[in-house]
Each structure stands twice: as C-alpha cells, then as structure tokens.
C-alpha cells in the first residue's frame, strides 16, 4: 500500500481536532511505502497501542519541521538499560508537540543519547526501520505526545488518514450484569431489568492485500434511541500514573481494554418493556457501521 495524503477529510479533522494552536498544515506519514501493522487504540493484549506501526523497509522520515530533542542508538550511554522502543528519536515542533519515532535500526547521530540542537525538515531521514525494542517486525513505531496537556495523540487527528473505504466490523456485542455471565444480545429475546457493562469487539478493515485489522475511531452505544455511551480514541491523557481515555469523561484505560480483545463501553440501563440496543462503530476516514439488537425486557 502506498502512504501518501490523499483525502481531503483530514482538513476538516484537522480543524476540528486542533490540538495545537497556530498549526496551520498536516503532518506527514513517517514513510512513503508500508504496512499500517497497528494503529492508534489498538488493543494489544489488554493495553492500548499508542501511536502507529508500520511494517516496512523505506526511510524513517521527519514528519514536519523541529528539532531533534533526543536519540537512543545502539552503543550510546543510554543503551546501558534494555527500551521497549529500542532506538528511537524524538523531534520538536513547537506547541508541546513532539513526534517519537521508535522501534528504529541506527538513529541518526544527535549526541550519544543527549538532547541536540539539530534541526531537521519535513520528509528528511531520521532513522533506517528496524526490530529493536519490543518489536517483531521491521518498521517503525510512530507517536505523537501533547506535552502542554500531558497526553498521547491519535496521529490521523493531525495527518490525512490513510486510504480507507471500508467501513468497520463489529465482531461480536455482549452485556454483562454484576455477578453474571456473558450474555449476546444477538441470541437473547428476553433480558431482565437492570444495568449492564457492554463490551463491543470492532475492527477497522482496509480489505486490501495483506492488511491487518485495525482499532476502529469510535463506538456509540444506544438504548431506545437515547446515546448512553460513546468511547472515542483520540487521545490517551497521563493522569497521576494513570493511562486515561474518553469514554463519557476521562476513564481510567485499564477499565475500557480489560476484557480483551473487545473495548468496555460502559453501562446500559434496561428497564421492562421493549428495547433497542444500538451499536454504532466508525474509523477515522468517516465509513461507520451499525448493529441494532431488539429485546423483551421482563
């Protein structure tokens, strides 16, 4: 798959999403040519993926414009200590913003592992890909943090999402009341009153040769046309020592990716009659889909 911006729908994300005062253009993709492996939200063994990976060979490339802030390479004094992502190099583009390029073979030389003044360009080489860090593919492990408000940002908020026009699948819904089982809506008639947590399994698809299903942007939950819920990936804040995510409000994350590998979307209410319970799943190129699950409650 070629990566290159070719949607105007990023323009309208990016000025809805503007992270950052006074940026006025879209980043760019680390790398020309690859596979998006994960993305952003992802849920990688009951943990969020924080930023973008992909499987390729091409150059690692600045993203835009900044200033090298730090590099981690083999051989350098802060090698010493084994890093999830391995050699990596962090740039500066101003506002709080700086764009971490990880999991890298052979960073390029900013100073043996201390902060340098190096200015670099947008699309100039940073790195080659590699496997360091906790990695098994070579690529590279793109991310985006917001130092000024102290959280993680979805990339494909500030660069043009990648091609994309298959809407997301939602592999399977399930409620759950304290002290039961699982129970699928799609299987059940009738359902007792009460308050459930709903877990909803979703995947984006590119349906293109050899490509992976990825986290999905959004999920809503509805109850007889009423939103109840809504989890919206976009950024993951550092609370405290906590990794937090939007669903209604700041949750703690470790409360949305437990039940692996779905997403924990929240409570929904059933009270006697007949209900409609709504599912609505979206990525960041704008394609959605839906699920609605009919039931008596007694």
């Known amino acids: 798959m070629k990566i290159t911006p070719v949607s105007a729908f990023a323009a309208s994300l990016a000025v809805s999403a503007l992270l950052l005062p006074g940026r006025l253009r879209a980043m760019d993709w680390p790398v020309r040519e690859g596979k998006l492996y994960r993305n952003f939200g992802w849920n990688n063994g009951g943990k969020p993926v924080l ?16 200033e090298v802030i730090f590099s981690r390479s083999d051989g350098d004094s802060a090698s010493r200590l084994p890093s999830p992502l391995g050699d990596w190099t962090a740039v500066d583009h101003g506002d709080g913003l700086i764009s971490i390029y990880s999991r890298c073979d052979e960073s390029r030389e900013t100073g043996k592992g201390e902060a340098a003044a190096l200015k670099v360009r947008r699309g100039d080489p940073l790195a080659r890909p590699g496997v360091s860090g906790w990695s098994a593919k070579k690529g590279v492990y793109f991310s985006l943090f917001d130092r000024r408000e102290r ?36 299987r059940t008639r009738y359902l007792s009153q009460g308050s459930y947590t709903v877990s909803v399994a979703a995947a984006d698809t590119r349906l293109g040769p050899g490509e992976n299903t990825l986290a999905p942007h959004r999920i809503i939950c509805s109850v007889n046309g009423m939103e109840i819920s809504s989890l919206n990936l976009e950024t993951f804040s550092a609370r405290e020592g ?18 692996f590998p779905a997403f924990e979307i929240g409570e929904a209410p059933f009270t006697r009659g007949q209900a409609s319970l709504e599912i609505i799943v979206q990525d960041t190129a704008g394609n959605s889909r839906s699920a609605v699950f009919r039931m008596a409650v007694e």
């Open 151 to 186: 959280r993680w940002v979805n990339p494909s908020l500030i660069i043009t999402p990648l091609p994309d026009v298959s809407p997301p699948v939602i592999l399977s819904v399930r409620l759950r009341k304290t002290g039961g089982g699982l129970i699928d809506p799609a």
């Open 242 to 259: 906590s990794l937090m995510v939007y669903r209604n409000g700041l949750v703690p994350a470790k409360q949305v990716y437990a039940p």
């Open 51 to 66: 930023g973008n990976v992909f499987e390729t060979g091409d150059p690692v490339l600045a993203a835009e414009d900044g």
